[in-house]
């Protein structure tokens, strides 16, 4: 009987210590703000199970890398309305979650990281012009992530990578940027039948002096051989045999020279 007594003390005792002591199981990737009665305790749980004084409050923070997604409207170098969507990832820094919470209460997307994008993206984005923002765009994003990075807001957290989504500019600058590469290629197309023509001549030119130098070549071949008599013998070597229907009076047999 006594022994059941004991059993029975021991399980109320157990019973009454899990009571004034709960616990806190903190996921993998995340910490545990602690609060008493509203106030930030110094104690900030690491992951996996804690038991905890019955006074205490569990805030769980997540720092694994986060991603977010928002966009920016700016202005570029030369005053063109440019709207940037940009994508953030990012990490809460584990040593900075007490304090996050103090300031934030949780609510870090919209009080701290969004506000930051949008200073960060109109930072970097005047540094450029319109058209530099398309071909120079590795440059544009280190220019943002680095304009990130340096903000006081964002001391909370690491940022691993800025990524940019795409760029959006007004329509009368889209037409401009469609008749400046229609303008383009038309100009080089343009290029393009010059060089073929020039080269055309070119070509001419070539054959043309070459067929001079034939020509200078048999001459001088012909004066050398005789001349006339040259003449014929190359009549003679194409001539097919026949000889004309009609005969003028007084005149010859083809290749008959009576002297």
Known sequence: MAKVIAGILGFLVLMVVVALSPFASIGAGHRGVVTEFGKVN???????FHFISPFW?????????QKIETTANAASKDLQSV?????LNFSVNPDMVKTLYQETQGDYDDTLIAPAIQESVKAATAQFTADELITRRAEVKEAMKQALITRESMRFFTVEDVSIVDFSFSASFNTAIESKVRAEQDALASKNKLEQTKYEAEQAIVSARAQAESIKIQAEAVNSQGGADYVALQAILRWDGKLPNQMIPGSTVPFINVR
């Open 42 to 48: 110094d104690t900030v749980l690491p992951e996996g």
């Open 57 to 65: 409050s569990v805030h769980e923070y997540d720092v694994r890398t």
């Open 83 to 87: 709207t940037t969507q940009i994508a």
